[in-house]
């Protein structure tokens, strides 16, 4: 099993920046892929980033590129995103998730492992 436990959310102003950490604990051998979702209120959770654990695959929502970047530091078991430009429609609770399996993918279903998340509030 994995332990995921998200840092660095807050409430900021609209162009401010934030940075989001993800720190696995347990089997931390157990991921391959690990991503960034969100859930607005009233809306679908949905995949933001994505980072391979080997190699250099990412994936990045079209809502975010140019904005968000996913990185990893593989020898603290941590994957952070760095949120730059941030809009109100950033507004959301952020999670991440890891899969153990080797191809990114954008389906919640697709995560076995998840932390509690994280709130994000941006105001105009």
């Known amino acids: 099993q994995v332990q995921l436990v998200e840092s660095g959310g807050g409430s900021v102003q609209a162009g401010d920046s934030l940075r989001l950490s993800c720190t696995a604990s347990?089997?931390?051998?157990?991921?391959?892929?690990m991503g960034w979702f969100r859930q607005a209120p009233g809306a679908e959770r949905e995949l933001v980033a994505a980072i391979s654990r080997l190699g250099s695959s990412t994936y990045y929502a079209e809502s975010v590129k140019g904005r968000f970047t996913i990185s990893k530091d593989i020898a603290k078991n941590t994957v952070n995103l760095q949120a730059n430009s941030l809009k109100s429609e950033d507004t959301a609770v952020y999670f991440c998730?890891?899969?153990?399996?080797?191809?990114?993918?954008?389906?919640?279903?697709?995560?076995?492992?998840w932390g509690q998340g994280t709130q994000v509030t941006v105001s105009s």
């Open positions: 998730a890891g899969k153990a399996g080797w191809a990114i993918a954008v389906r919640v279903s697709d995560y076995e492992y």
């Open positions: 347990g089997r931390t051998n157990s991921w391959n892929v």
